[in-house]
């Protein structure tokens, strides 16, 4: 371990919208995409059971036929949601309330431990450290990363500014066109996705949490005197909201972050 890195700690993964971990497929978060978070934080697959360990809630089946997009929104209009995202930000709450649960239990290893999360699953995330807050718990977490969060801003911004010993990175893409067109426009809450722009430019960001605009000009020279090539829009990509973690140019942040980096000469970014 180099002077000045950060222990390794139980590393949980919350994944996004439109995933299953009862799926037997690629749609089951545990098959694809966990591996290849442990990949990009630096986890060997063999540790992941400890080190990285997955987090799976139930958002609702994966639409992958038309039966299964009808299906979607009539079982959400049954529950009373207008469509399935609506349904899924509701089971997201829920899925942070248990996680929290699972954290003190101590279900994941022994705390502190570090979150990373994709997208939806930054409510997820949030609801979880909230809850822990609640009862004077936070200590229980140590680092969060946010991928393209889908979290409104001012929900983040609550969460953050209350537990200020635990450091966020956020990495938003402005450009991410699912968060700009569907995650503000179909979510039951007004507000812009922290996962877009970020909190520096609100009067209230906390001081403990740190945007990187992956699609940035100044943030990507930024990284390049590290030797990191950072980036957040796919090239020849309308739909690049998972580009985040996809390009290995953003890997190396990943680790340093978790490695207990400051990432100083970001902060004046954006």
């Keep these: 371990m180099s002077a000045g890195a950060l222990p390794l700690a139980p590393l949980i993964g919350v994944h996004g919208f439109m995933y299953d971990p009862e799926d037997g497929g690629h749609n089951n978060p545990s098959q694809q995409l966990y591996p290849q978070w442990a990949e990009m934080t630096g986890r060997p697959v063999q540790g992941f059971a400890y080190y990285s360990i997955p987090f799976g809630w139930r958002a609702f089946r994966p639409v992958t036929s038309i039966l299964n997009t009808i299906g979607a929104f009539v079982g959400s209009w049954g529950r009373g949601y207008l469509h399935p995202y609506r349904r ?55 680092r969060v990363i ?13 969460v953050a ?46 001081a403990n949490w740190l945007d990187i605009p992956l699609d940035d000009a100044s943030a990507q020279r930024t990284a390049a005197l ?11 990509c309308l739909g690049d909201h998972w580009y985040s973690y996809r390009h290995k ?9 978790l490695g207990g980096d400051r990432l100083t000469g970001f902060r004046m970014v954006g």
């Design 88 to 142: 899924a930000w509701a089971l997201a709450e829920e899925a942070g309330e248990r996680l929290a649960r699972m954290i003190v239990s101590g279900e994941f290893g022994p705390a502190p431990v570090d979150i990373i999360c994709h997208s939806l699953g930054s409510r997820v995330a949030l609801t979880a450290i909230a809850d822990l807050n609640n009862h004077g718990l936070s200590a229980l977490v140590r």
């Design 146 to 158: 946010l991928l393209n969060a889908a979290e409104i801003e001012d929900a983040a911004i609550f």
């Design 161 to 206: 500014s209350r537990t200020p010993d635990i450091r966020y990175l956020n990495l938003s893409v402005e450009g991410d066109r699912v968060l700009r067109y569907l995650g503000s426009w179909m979510g039951p809450v007004d507000g812009r996705c922290a996962g877009r722009r970020g909190l520096l430019s609100r009067p209230l960001a906390p």
């Design 226 to 236: 590290r030797g990191w090539s950072i980036a957040g829009d796919e090239p020849g």
């Design 249 to 257: 140019g953003n890997w190396p942040l990943v680790r340093a972050f």
